[in-house]
């Protein structure tokens, strides 16, 4: 069996990708993930993303240094990361690690991160009417 | 008391396998959640160290009891080039690799003890505890 064979589901809903990470990540498919991600990013041309990691247990620091890397390579391409669900202690060991992801948006659940997405990537400006680049 | 139980480290695979058994031993010996994720955490650092700087190793955990505590004790082991200047790798930010530095800093906050012993050319043993509490 190829080692590499895990590949992690990434849906589209209209202008948003949800990928949901439902078990743990070895290095190779962590930057197989990263590399599906960013193909289907510029594949869809979505708007955004949501990586969901409600399941995971363990975010060590290649896992949340991956996780950096994708929110800033889509932020290239155009493309905002939201990522939803961590739990308590993957928080709690994150910033223990030292590593506290200061550019990745995130929100508590899925839920929350689509109205993230809708509010602030999809559709920012239509409750306050401020353009953006008038300065 | 249990025994000790030990994962060989040779892929990327052994890394979530040896995290996995310390999570599993933690959990057996009645730490909670947070300090499960501590101790694996820190195992999966300590673990791709040995993957990436000396190609393998194994990774042997155990329960530990210090008078009227008890804990738990993982111990890194490998035959690699050996750590040059301990100092520098303890710092966060330092690496020689493609890491980003935490490993060795980052484990070390995530346990309560922690010892380096190397040796150029002979290899690396780290033990590191962390106590019930």
Same mark, same amino acid.
């Given at each position: 069996m190829n080692s590499s064979g895990l590949r992690i589901p990434i849906l589209k809903v209209e202008e948003v990708l949800i990928a949901s990470i439902q078990v743990a990540l070895h290095d190779a498919s962590a930057v197989q993930f990263k590399d599906d991600l960013l193909q289907k990013i510029h594949d869809t041309k979505a708007r955004g993303v949501i990586i969901d990691l409600t399941a995971i247990d363990v *975010?060590?620091?290649f896992i949340g240094r991956m996780i950096a890397d994708i929110a800033a390579?889509? %932020? $290239?391409?155009?493309?905002?990361? *939201?990522?939803?669900?961590?739990?308590?202690?993957?928080?709690?060991?994150?910033?223990?690690? %030292? $590593?506290?992801l200061p550019n990745v948006m995130t929100a508590l659940n899925l839920e929350k991160g689509l109205a993230v997405m809708k509010n602030q990537v999809i559709s920012p400006d239509e409750e306050e009417e401020q353009g953006d680049g008038t300065g | 008391m249990a025994q000790a139980k030990a994962a060989v480290?040779?892929?990327?695979?052994?890394?979530?396998?040896?995290?996995?058994?310390?999570?599993?031993?933690?959990?057996?010996?009645?730490?909670?959640?947070?300090?499960?994720?501590?101790?694996?955490?820190?195992?999966?650092?300590?673990?791709?160290?040995?993957?990436?700087?000396?190609?393998?190793?194994s990774v042997t955990v155990r329960e530990i009891e210090r008078g009227l505590r008890r804990g738990i004790e993982i111990v890194c082991e490998d035959q690699g080039p050996g750590i040059p200047d301990i100092e520098l790798s303890l710092q966060d930010g330092y690496s020689t690799s493609r890491g980003m530095g935490m490993g060795l800093p980052g484990a070390r906050r995530l346990m309560d003890e922690f010892d380096i012993q190397t040796q150029a050319g002979v290899g690396t043993t780290i033990t590191c505890r962390k106590w019930r509490s």
């Open positions: *975010v060590d620091s390579m889509a %932020g $290239l391409m155009g493309s905002r990361v *939201v990522l939803t669900g961590l739990q308590p202690a993957v928080a709690i060991t994150l910033v223990e690690l %030292g $590593l506290e | 480290i040779r892929s990327d695979l052994d890394i979530v396998i040896a995290r996995t058994l310390a999570r599993d031993t933690a959990r057996s010996l009645g730490f909670g959640p947070i300090d499960q994720a501590r101790i694996a955490t820190a195992v999966s650092e300590l673990a791709r160290n040995i993957f990436l700087y000396a190609g393998s190793g």
